[in-house]
């Protein structure tokens, strides 16, 4: 029989679910990007002693081997440079802005989530003008902006799912899978049903955290002509050693720590738990994606740059879509229901 509802925890439904969702305080969100910059200037270092390469001098694109391109893919190398990327930095610079004034923990998520991104494309942009693509401090960074993105949009989908859908941290809303678990820890002596599955997400997630750990590096480099300037491409070993080897260990680490609050039995536990999840998915996915394209395009450098940039255009594009789709429900009434609430960044 299903559990019965106490009379002081109506079911709610519609807008005024975003009237419960608690702001992230600011020391949380202070300390947490504290925490990944922390980690980024720890791994700086680990770059400049490992490849002393804060820039690297690149080997000249006229002294590589030469590898023709078509004029079809010269010219969609210059509208993805010079067309696709400036788009969508320009876009998602103004879902920042449009962002700024939010205080729902998962718009506030997103907000930072974009703020990495765009910090590590324009690291990307520097690494690419001023030192054609040699540098391996600035590749870092990018690379670097990347995953603190991702982890940041994770942690923002997560967010929202519970606070807007599931309902499973509020401790006075009815959650929504309370049909299937027919009884909940929130009002009986129950074992949690989203706690035990995510007990075994996350291992799981580390498991798939393995696999860039056993791929090996692919290590192709050459010249070509893009209308008649001369350009390098290549996949460096620092780069790989990037998204095969750290990427994965960070995830690793933090799926540990996620899995041990976990195993804590608090009533908070998944929802401490979820921080490090996204923390984990975040270099996970990275390296993931990393580890596709390099596979698929390792002799062909010229796609594999161009589909991540068009995937990260269809990523930025995607976000807009669904704020804009949702706007009433996510926007309505955030700045009414936190007028006292904590100030975020």
Not at 71 to 83: I, S
Not at 198 to 218: C, N
Not at 237 to 261: H, K, M, T
Not at 286 to 296: D, E, I, K, W, Y
Request: hydrophobic share 50%; charged share 15%.
């Amino acid at each position: 029989m299903c559990a019965k509802l106490p009379r002081s925890a109506p079911a709610t439904t519609g807008a005024s679910h975003v009237l419960n969702m608690t702001p992230i305080p600011r020391k949380n969100l202070v300390a947490v990007n504290l925490l990944a910059l922390g980690v980024c200037a720890t791994v700086a270092l680990v770059y400049w002693l490992a490849f002393d390469a804060l820039p690297a001098a690149g080997i000249p694109a006229d002294t590589q081997p030469r590898q023709p391109m078509s004029l079809v893919k010269q010219w969609l190398v210059v509208l993805t440079a010079f067309g696709v990327k400036p788009f969508y930095l320009l876009v998602s610079l103004g879902v920042v802005l449009w962002l700024w004034r939010q205080r729902s923990p998962d718009l506030t998520a997103l907000r930072w989530g974009l703020i990495w991104f765009w910090a590590g494309e324009q690291s990307c942009t520097v690494n690419w003008l001023l030192y054609a693509g040699a540098s391996e401090g600035w590749e870092y960074l990018h690379n670097f902006g990347m995953v603190a993105g991702f982890a940041f949009v994770f942690w923002a989908v997560m967010e929202g799912v519970d606070g807007r859908l599931i309902h499973f941290s509020a401790e006075n809303e009815r959650c929504t899978a309370l049909a299937l678990c027919r009884r909940c820890s929130k009002y009986a002596d129950e074992p949690c049903g989203f706690r035990r599955v995510f007990l075994i997400t996350v291992p799981a997630a580390a498991v798939l955290a393995l696999l860039p750990l056993t791929a090996g590096f692919k290590l192709t480099s050459y010249g070509a002509n893009v209308l008649g300037a001369a350009v390098c491409y290549s996949h460096s070993p620092a780069s790989q050693w990037f998204e095969l080897r750290l990427c994965p260990a960070l995830a690793l680490a933090c799926f540990a720590v996620a899995w041990l609050g976990l195993c804590s039995q608090g009533k908070q536990a998944v929802s401490r738990s979820k921080l490090f999840f996204a923390a984990g998915l975040g270099p996970l996915s990275f390296g993931l994606m990393r580890m596709s394209l390099v596979a698929t395009f390792s002799n062909d450098l010229m796609w594999f740059e161009a589909w991540e940039e068009w995937t990260e255009l269809l990523f930025v594009l995607s976000v807009v879509c669904l704020l804009w789709t949702f706007r009433h429900g996510l926007f309505a009434n955030d700045s009414t229901a936190h007028n006292d609430a904590p100030a975020t960044l």
